[in-house]
């Protein structure tokens, strides 16, 4: 069966067609990687009063994540207790009570149902809720987990929390958002991430700011980058900056490692200048661009003045919902939208073309799992050890 040809993969290749194409394995992939670990929903500046909601789709899955009357997170799914309708007909919003649309019934923040009209008398409406989702915010991300018991988070958390701390994300503002749909199977858009082999031929504008090297498992070297390499975390330490990279730990599903920009490049934009005020306490010198990976759904850079979030929807084998935020400090006043984002939109919009193009050619008839690059592309061989291990994982009863 197909979920075995995924498994039985020449390890140093690209995976076999139908791990990318068949609706089986994909539902796989739902059952074993997406709802087993925790995903990426959004930013806490999104949810910043009671009432506020935003909602994150994986699939046929919808969690609602809303900030509660006494100030906690609640994360809900989007299916109502009565015949099981969804809630929300927005992404995101501000609300008293979610209201379902259909015969009207009344939930609150907490996800407890409030009221149920023409039920009868002797209906016992504490005995029904929205049906619970684990929540946690870290830094000013907030990630959920569709998993019944899910996963010990306290490894990934006290990675990130210290060396996102500095950027101060709760205290931002999205200032725009993107949204893409793409031809391509969620798998395809991780491989993309998970190497930087094409960044000299496809992204003028992001190597303006960033060496094509340092992600985890490119084993390049530049003298240039190893000294800037040492010379920004010499500089990070005086500062009290933590630059420890943690790429991976022990085939763990998340990496954060700050790096370097091209010298005359305090952050990632077109000209080297900031292209909004400085996030937290940081200054000009102090930030590089700190790199934040969570298999298998989100990739974020944190720099001194913006940090942009990619957030991966799967919605079928074949087809994948792609946010970007970009996030910049609350109070800054009127920004260049187009200054802000134009190295991520540019990089995001021809990743994806590289994205299609690639799928293209693995969903056709002469498609046959190709050889990685032990040089560049061994984070590639990483993530996809991840994937079947998860997998593996998922056909092996406890
Ligand atoms: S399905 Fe929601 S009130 Fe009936
Ligand atoms: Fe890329």
């Avoid at 806490?44 to 994540?65: F, Q, S």
Wanted: charged content about 25%.
């Amino acid at each position: 069966m197909s979920e075995t040809a995924v498994l039985t993969r020449s390890p140093g290749r690209s995976l076999p067609q139908a791990a990318y194409t068949d609706p089986d394995v994909f539902a796989a992939d739902l059952e074993h990687v997406w709802a087993t670990g925790w995903l990426f929903a959004g930013h806490t500046c999104e949810l910043d009063r009671p009432g506020a909601y935003l909602t994150r789709d994986v699939a046929r899955d919808r969690v609602i994540v809303v900030r509660g009357e006494d100030g906690a997170l609640h994360a809900h799914h989007d299916v109502c207790a009565h015949r099981g309708s969804r809630l929300t007909g927005a992404d995101r919003g501000c609300v008293r009570a979610f209201v379902c649309p259909y015969h009207q019934w009344v939930y609150g923040t907490d996800g407890r149902l409030r009221a149920a009209r023409h039920m009868g008398p002797d209906f016992p409406v504490d005995d029904y809720r929205l049906a619970p989702v684990a929540v946690r915010e870290i830094e000013g991300l907030v990630f959920v987990s569709l998993a019944q018991d899910p996963p010990d988070i306290a490894g990934f958390a006290a990675a990130l929390g210290p060396q996102l701390a500095p950027h101060r994300l709760a205290g931002t503002r999205v200032e725009a958002r993107l949204h893409y749909r793409v031809a391509a199977n969620w798998k395809t858009l991780v491989e993309n991430n998970r190497e930087c082999y094409h960044c000299r031929g496809s992204h003028p504008e992001f190597t303006l700011s960033n060496f094509d090297l340092g992600v985890h498992g490119d084993v390049r070297s530049h003298p240039r980058y190893e000294a800037a390499l040492a010379e920004a975390r010499a500089r990070w330490a005086r500062r009290g900056l933590p630059g420890e990279e943690v790429s991976f730990p022990g085939g763990a599903w998340y990496r954060i490692a700050r790096l370097p920009l091209r010298d005359g490049f305090v952050t990632e934009s077109l000209d080297g200048r900031p292209v909004a005020p400085f996030l937290g306490g940081l200054t000009a010198e102090d930030a590089g661009s700190l790199r934040i990976v969570g298999l298998p759904d989100m990739w974020a850079h944190a720099n001194c003045d913006y940090a942009v979030t990619t957030r991966l929807s799967p919605v079928d084998a074949g087809t994948t919902d792609v946010d970007v935020c970009f996030l910049v400090r609350a109070e800054a006043g009127e920004l260049d939208v187009d200054a802000l984002t134009a190295v991520w939109r540019a990089t995001s919009e021809q990743d994806w073309e590289l994205c299609e193009n690639n799928y293209a050619g693995i969903a056709s008839r002469g498609y046959r799992p190709g050889p990685l690059s032990p040089v560049v592309e061994a984070s590639v061989e990483g993530f996809l050890s991840w994937y079947t291990a998860a997998l593996e994982r998922g056909r092996t009863p406890a």
